[in-house]
């Protein structure tokens, strides 16, 4: 046994499968601008599926883990179907994405509020004021429906990828 | 598919560029659709604009309608107020007097 005790989380009020997912602007952050998208817009340009990743801000070894992971396992190739969601400004995704030679998009929402709609926020202890989304994922499908959905109940908790792989349907 | 058609105008720019926020404020006077695309502060982090307009400073307006690229604030707000002005002005301001906007 570990010698540190798991933050509980619990169970998360979140789209399920076959609801649809909110949607939302905020500025999309790439490796060279930001600028304002909506997700809907966004799924519908891409003509399919689209990976939803929800992640602690960027900085953080949570989101750092979760990002390497899904490179290692080449999720950067299928990166016009995936995109992040955090709580760090425009320029901390923006310097993620750099210092990480990474070529995934994320919105950027430091007012949290995306994580909230989703029903996957969560208030830092001793960051007064600070909120960030727990690690989620969901698979949309060309409407924004949901087709899957992995979200983290303890902090930290990461998925069984490979499992989260299957999940998604991305096996 | 899309249900909202892309803006014609992308404005490359820089958060709190004074320079940038005059054309900001003619687009908006012109009530000009467009798109904003945020670069970092530092010239080297600006491929983008480069890519685009040959330069690495902001302001840049690239206006699908015309097919103008331009970079330069005033050049840009000369531009702006040639194509999608009403004339110098005093002019606009006389025309625009017994309407309400």
């Given at each position: 046994m570990p010698d540190f005790e798991v933050?509980?989380?619990?169970?998360?009020?979140h789209p399920e499968p076959g609801e649809t997912a909110p949607d939302f602007t905020r500025p999309l952050v790439t490796d060279e601008f930001w600028e304002d998208r909506t997700l809907s817009e966004l799924v519908d340009e891409r003509d399919g599926r689209t990976i939803l990743v929800f992640t602690p801000m960027t900085g953080s070894f949570l989101a750092k883990y979760v990002w390497d992971e899904l490179a290692e396992r080449d999720w950067d190739e299928r990166a016009d179907r995936v995109v992040g969601v955090t709580a760090s400004t425009p320029y901390g995704v923006k310097r993620f994405l750099a210092d990480n030679d990474s070529h995934f998009t994320f919105f950027s929402d430091p007012g949290n509020e995306v994580a909230a709609s989703y029903g996957i926020d969560h208030d830092?202890?001793?960051?007064?004021g600070i909120s960030e989304p727990r690690v989620a994922f969901f698979a949309l499908d060309a409407d924004c429906t949901v087709e899957g959905a992995w979200i983290a109940t303890d902090w930290?908790?990461?998925p069984d990828y490979d499992d989260l792989e299957d999940e998604l349907g991305l096996v | 598919m899309s249900e909202t058609a892309e803006p014609p105008i992308t404005f490359?720019?820089?958060q709190g560029c004074p320079y940038c926020e005059r054309v900001t404020r003619l687009l908006n006077e012109y009530d000009l659709s467009y798109r904003s695309r945020f670069v970092e502060p530092m010239?080297?982090?600006?491929?983008?604009?480069?890519?685009?307009?040959?330069?690495?400073?902001?302001p840049v307006v690239v206006d699908e309608n015309t097919g103008v690229t331009m970079a330069e604030s005033a050049n840009i707000?000369?531009?702006?107020e040639s194509t999608y002005g009403e004339g110098d002005r005093p002019d606009a301001a006389a025309a625009s007097?017994?309407?309400?906007?």
């Open positions: 933050v509980e989380l619990g169970p998360a009020d830092l202890d001793g960051m007064t930290p908790e990461f | 490359y720019r820089l010239h080297s982090e600006r491929n983008v604009v480069k890519r685009v307009a040959g330069v690495r400073t902001v707000v000369d531009y702006l007097a017994g309407g309400d906007d």
